[in-house]
Every structure is written in C-alpha cells, then in structure tokens.
C-alpha cells in the first residue's frame, strides 16, 4: 500500500511538470516561416515608389536638330518605303519656313484619304538625354492641308531598342506650327504602355516624327519639321 502510494505521488508530481511545460510552450511565439518572414518584411518597408515628373517650369532649352545647313541624319527608313500605308515621298532642307532659325526639315508627302496611313521621319543617334525633363518638336502643316491630321513623338530606347511612342496624337492645325512635347522624366505618364524609370532617357537610340491621317484626310504637298529640342 505504501509503494502504491509513493507511485501515485510520482505520477503527480509528473503530470504538474508536464502540464507546467505545455503552459510555458503555449506562451511562446511560434516560429516564423520563410513565406512569413518575406510578408513581415515587405509590410515593414516603405512601398517602392517611382518619383513622379517636376511641376516646374522649363527654363533651359537645347536645339539638337535645327536642319539649318543639311537634314543632320535624318531620314525616311528603308523600312517603311516597303510599306503602303507610309506615304512619305522625300526629305529636303526648305528655306520656305522655320519655326527658328531659316531653315527646316521639309517632307514630301501624299495622303491618299482612303485608309489610316502615315509619314515617318527619324534619326538613329544615341544620346544621354538623362539631364533634361522634356523633348519637343515644331511641326507646320500648310494652310491648304486638311485638318485632322495628327502627330506623335516615337523613341526607341536602351539595349532591346524598345520601340516607345507617346500615348496620344497631336492635332496639327493648317496654317500653324504645332508644338509638341513629351516629358521623359521617371514616372511620366506620356508614353504607351511605358513609365519611364532612371534608364529611360540615359540611352536614346533612335528618334522618330509620325504624322498620321485616315480617309477624311487627303493631301500631296508638303509638311514642315523644325527645333527638336529637349528642355529642363
């Protein structure tokens, strides 16, 4: 009797420090995973964030094309001369207007007014563009022009020569220069399907100017190219 009591005695003094253990384990936290560790600390962290583009004004410009003794590289690429529905015919320097300086870069040009169809000139030059906030282009459509004709700034950039054009069409007005800007600055929200980010201006491979009409514009004649600039 008396062993049996000495085993009952045991056997509590067990199970106390067995639930005396389970009370303490409860109290600890329990070990984080790897999947947990990565949400703790992406929740810790300021979400990244892509600066968005100054509100200042542009008070510094530079003219890289101004095509006052020659066309400086640009040209109509052999690739769209396969195409139909690019129209351009030739590219001259024309003293007949400027938007600065004498001189301008002239298009030959005919819009057949029977579908979508385009004028495309461009340059292939790389430039670190990286210090200036915006790139623009003067561009005069003759009074005799139909309206509706519209323009639009295209880059390619970096070492995939990604093709990046800006997200809207421009409205030329007959008998008027038409100015148009782009901001190349990280976070601009001027470009299609593209938010530029530190890179985006550091390597400029080509730049191009597209002028497009559809079947309410037909039109031969000339259209007018001056002042590309970029801006900060």
């Known amino acids: 009797m008396k062993n049996f009591t000495s085993l009952c005695v045991t056997c509590a003094v067990v199970l106390s420090l067995a639930f005396a253990g389970c009370g303490k384990k409860s109290e600890t936290a329990a070990p984080v995973t790897g999947t947990e560790q990565k949400t703790t ?33 640009w040209e109509i690429p052999q690739w769209s001369k396969d195409k139909v529905d690019y129209i351009a015919k030739g590219v001259s320097v024309s003293q007949d207007i400027s938007s600065e300086g004498k001189s301008s870069m002239k298009i030959a040009t005919e819009y057949p007014g029977e579908a979508w169809s385009a004028s495309l000139v461009e340059i292939q030059q790389y430039l670190d563009l990286s210090s200036f906030r915006v790139i623009s282009v003067d561009i005069y ?3 005799e022009a139909p309206a509706g004709l519209k323009a639009k700034l295209i880059l390619t950039v970096g070492d995939n020569w990604k093709f990046v054009e800006m997200n809207h069409n421009y409205p030329l007005v007959p008998g008027q220069w038409t100015t148009i800007t782009a901001n190349i600055e990280p976070g601009s929200y001027d470009w299609k399907r593209v938010v530029p980010d530190e890179k985006f201006a550091q390597d400029v491979r080509k730049i191009a100017v597209r002028i497009e009409g559809n079947r309410q514009q037909k039109y031969t004649g000339p259209i007018y190219i001056d002042n590309i600039r970029v801006g900060k």
């Open 41 to 73: 600390q992406v929740a810790g962290e300021a979400p990244a964030t892509v600066p968005g583009p100054s509100k200042k004004p542009i008070t510094e410009e530079r003219t890289y094309y101004g095509f006052e003794t020659d066309l400086q590289g």
């Open 141 to 143: 459509l003759p009074k």
